[in-house]
């Protein structure tokens, strides 16, 4: 397993959870790491990314709600949720890829969790 996330839950519209994505650190090292989310129903979304030297991205749905960060001493990525609502609802799945820049297009990220349950209720 390359990539383990953890942190998902239930939380109630207005909640918070954040969501942690740990590595291997051949994985972790000089890599950029996102995150995508699939609602049911619905195709796999970008959400957030965050490359090797800090420089963060955001999809516009959850811009000034979600911030992503790393640690990379830990090997490990964030996505610190607020201000959730029922629409945030999906599975979280973080990704890493082999170079330091982020992209928000998921057929550029090689290394993919098994994924995280986030349920928001109203």
């Known amino acids: 397993v390359q990539l383990l996330e953890s942190g998902g839950g239930l939380a109630q519209s207005g909640g918070s959870l954040r969501l942690s994505c740990a590595a291997a650190q051949r994985t972790f090292s000089r890599a950029a790491v996102a995150w995508f989310r699939q609602a049911p129903g619905q195709e796999r979304a970008f959400v957030a990314a965050i490359g090797w030297v800090g420089g963060t991205f955001y999809a516009d749905s959850v811009k000034g709600r979600f911030t992503v960060s790393r640690d990379n001493a830990k090997n490990t990525g964030y996505l610190q949720m607020t201000s959730l609502n029922p629409e945030d609802t999906a599975v979280y799945y973080c990704?890493?890829?082999?170079?330091?820049?982020?992209?928000?297009?998921?057929?550029?990220?090689?290394?993919w969790g098994q994924g995280t349950q986030v349920t928001v209720s109203s």
């Open positions: 990704a890493a890829r082999d170079t330091s820049l982020w992209s928000i297009d998921e057929a550029d990220y090689v290394y």
